[in-house]
């Protein structure tokens, strides 16, 4: 008979990804992931094969799910201004709610990307490619509409409002408090105004 | 007679500040340290007590040395606009003259917050605060010369200029290629235009 599963694995990589997301992967023991999984070392090796090939799933996962998730629904509002803004009032509200202040999970791996495997930076920076693109088509389409000034250049204004988005997330880990984060996305807000 | 030291602390630290910048707290292991150091375990606990203690002298001493000593020049500039320029110049600059990618130390530890101690929480949060206020102090003195427009913002373009310079270190990990991190320089420069 062959080995069969007995846990969800969807549930049990959405339980490895919060403890990859908080604590960053090489904090990350295999006691940890199996304990927050339910799992033992034998399901967790027939399961997923190693703690490597977990992180990969995880954070394919997320990008899939969350990121990509958020912003196409923000791509659908047809509203670019509204939907500029309101990534950043989430962001803001995020951080608010979250008490492990785990901030986002592809930034807390990019910023030791150099330390991950090329898999891992495709995942990356894939994500960041695609963000960018999408803050600099929301501006061209507040152009065409007259909602965004058009002497606003949108390759510079894109790469400035995901270096704000990718700044707010790492001091919403801590380092900046509630009124200094709202500052970043009125700033965010002036850019495109 | 006391046990005595047969090595420099101040370099021994910078040599133990290059693994943790580059590897983060968690990943650098006793060995790697011993390894950049060059000594051994008992000299290693005598001098600097344990890795958590270490730690804390080589962000000290970072913060002291780089990041307070590299404001404090450009404090000394007398020129707001060059100074807030040359600021992102030197780190897109450090960017592409670093092979080993290590960003920023205080950037770094301030992404992996929750999982630092208070005292690691304060050095970092104060550095923050100083950088913050250098920012708003700049953007005041070019008020007064007239030229900074006297319709910025000082607190908001302050908290924004500095989450640039953290997101500008955290691309510049592998996430942004050189072209991407001269856009964040070119909308740090619109900021204060």
Redesign the interface.
Known sequence: MPWEKSFDTDQAIDRATQVFW???Y??TSLADLMNAMGINKGSFYNAFGSKKKLFTESLLKYDREQRKQFFADLSAMNDPVTAITKIFDELVGQSLSDK????CFL??T??????HDKDT?GT??KG?KEV?SFFKAQIELGQTSGVIPSEI?P???S??L???????R??S????DYE?LK??R???V??IS
């Open positions: 908080a604590k960053g090489e904090a492990e202040l785990k901030g930034v807390n990019a910023l030791d990307l150099p330390n930076k990356v920076t960041f960018v250049n390759d510079i204004t790469k400035g995901f270096a704000l988005l990718v700044g707010l790492v001091l880990r801590g380092a900046y200094s500052a970043i009125a700033q965010a002036d850019l």
